[in-house]
């Protein structure tokens, strides 16, 4: 086969193959090589499937046509399964966040090559989309409700099932069937790359081009921009998401009509399915057939869960799914795979137990509660009753108590194990929340204590005091 591609070389360019290099294959079956001649080179691919063949033969004729970036196909043997198409380099996106970031740090280059990508996207979905024959798509014309429970069950029997996470099989299938429903509420008339993230785009002399394509059909907007922001090992930053998320949707609103609430209300569902279908790849390509290196993705799609279980509410029930989600985020089975190196985030509160004490809204139903209503109680004098434990005035009150002092000490040798224990488990949360009466004083001085503690030592956290005025309570710092 690799000499009938030399062929193909030859009879297309009239010169001579005079090296052959095999290319790191994806996750299909295809075989992928650089043929280099005289003065021109291609990337030669051998495929198994010829319909997969056509179709990413099909939609880059369509996409060039377009004027989109995409590599241009110079020589087909259909036949044999067998095409040549230019060759775009070495550099996917992935290769230049890898590059480029630290441990601490993802840098402003890395951030505008997302931007490009992500502009560019609603080209694709909508004009390269308008006129696509969507008769070439493989194995379907469109992301149905077929399409969804294939994905679901993918990952029920290739993840959930290999990595022994407990289900009801019978209320899985029932919350299957409600996130499919509530998923084809959106509008779906748009192309649907599919397989949109980092190793699929390459970078030519630092603008994008794409690739991988062929499973593209017809469907919704929101899953290719959610593919990209919740790729798992690439692990943008979060408020970088949101900073590309914006900026998605300012592309897109220069070729249609753009509602955001209506664009958000089915955005993180489309997250989700994204995600379990990537874990299903990865239980597919890791737990069964080995392939450790796909393993690796694996925390970093569980810090994602655990994320969404946090900041998303999804207007659809659906207990058994998330009950399935709070295992695996609690899982230290599945966070240490590969090495992975994950932020810890220590999440700070402040409240008053008058309201009660407040859930873990991770799902892992853990961490700290300090109950500060034994300590001494500024809030009994009247100089301190307009303050709070963030004033001077008060700060100076409570510090000079050796019950607070002593309170505290104990509190940052009780954290500082957990977050240490947790480093090393590639836990991403831990809360630590303090009460007290009214949520005004000591709950305030000691959270921000500890804060204050913890960011000394490096850990990330986030402050939030549930009492004071809002714009002045959430503050959150690496």
């Known amino acids: 086969m690799q000499k009938a591609l030399g062929s193909l070389f030859e009879g297309h360019f009239g010169e001579p193959v005079r090296s052959v290099v095999t290319l790191k294959g ?20 051998i495929g198994p499937d010829h319909k997969e063949n056509r179709a990413f033969l099909e939609f880059s004729r369509h996409f060039r046509l377009c004027g989109l970036p995409v590599p241009e196909i110079f020589a087909e043997d259909p036949e044999k399964g067998l095409y040549l198409e230019e060759d775009l380099g070495d550099t996917t996106l992935f290769d230049f966040i890898s590059a480029h970031r630290t441990r601490e740090d993802f840098p402003k280059e890395v951030v505008e090559n997302y931007r490009r990508v992500i502009r560019t996207l609603p080209s694709f979905q909508v004009e390269g989309g308008r006129t696509l024959e969507y008769r070439f798509c493989y194995p379907r014309a469109c992301f149905d409700k077929q399409s969804m429970k294939w994905d679901l069950n993918y990952f029920k029997y290739y993840f959930l099932r290999l990595a022994q996470i407990p289900f009801d099989e019978q209320a899985l299938e029932d919350d299957f069937e409600h996130l499919a429903e509530f998923l084809l509420g959106a509008a779906r008339n748009y192309f649907l790359y599919r397989d949109f993230q980092s190793r699929n785009v390459m970078l030519r002399n630092g603008e994008p081009w794409f690739i991988d394509y062929q499973g593209g059909r017809r469907g919704a907007l929101q899953y290719d921009v959610a593919s990209m922001l919740f790729d798992a090992k690439a692990d943008i930053p979060f408020p970088v998401r949101d900073l590309l998320l914006d900026e998605y949707l300012a592309a897109l609103a220069k070729l249609i009509p753009v509602r955001r609430a209506e664009f958000m209300r089915h955005y993180h569902g489309y997250v989700y399915i994204r995600i379990v279908q990537a874990l299903g790849s990865y239980g597919l390509r890791g737990f069964y057939e080995r392939k450790t290196h796909f393993l690796q993705s694996i925390p970093y799609a569980i810090r994602n869960l655990e994320h969404l279980m946090r900041t998303a509410e999804l207007p659809v029930e659906l207990p058994a799914l998330i009950k399935v989600f709070q295992h695996m985020v609690g899982s230290s089975y599945l966070r240490q795979f590969g090495g992975a190196e994950l932020k810890l985030t220590v999440r700070v509160l402040s409240f008053s137990y008058r309201r009660g004490i407040p859930a ?10 300090f109950d500060c209503r034994a300590l001494p109680n500024p809030g009994k004098e009247e100089r301190f009753a307009r303050l709070t434990g963030r004033d001077i005035e008060v700060a100076a009150f409570l510090e000079s108590s050796s019950e607070v002092r002593r309170f505290l000490e104990h509190v940052f040798l009780l954290v500082e194990q957990s977050t240490e224990s947790y480093r090393s488990r590639n836990f991403t949360d831990l809360m630590v929340a303090f009460g007290c009466t009214g949520g005004q004083h000591r709950s305030v001085y000691c959270a921000e204590m500890l804060a204050r503690r913890l960011r000394e030592q490096g850990v990330q956290v986030e402050l939030c005091h549930a009492e004071l005025s809002a714009g002045s309570n959430r503050e959150s710092t690496p």
């Open 26 to 45: 994806d996750g299909s079956c295809r075989q992928l090589f650089r043929l280099k001649g005289d003065s021109r080179t291609a990337i030669g691919a």
């Open 360 to 369: 873990d809204e991770t799902g892992h139903g853990g961490g700290f509660v």
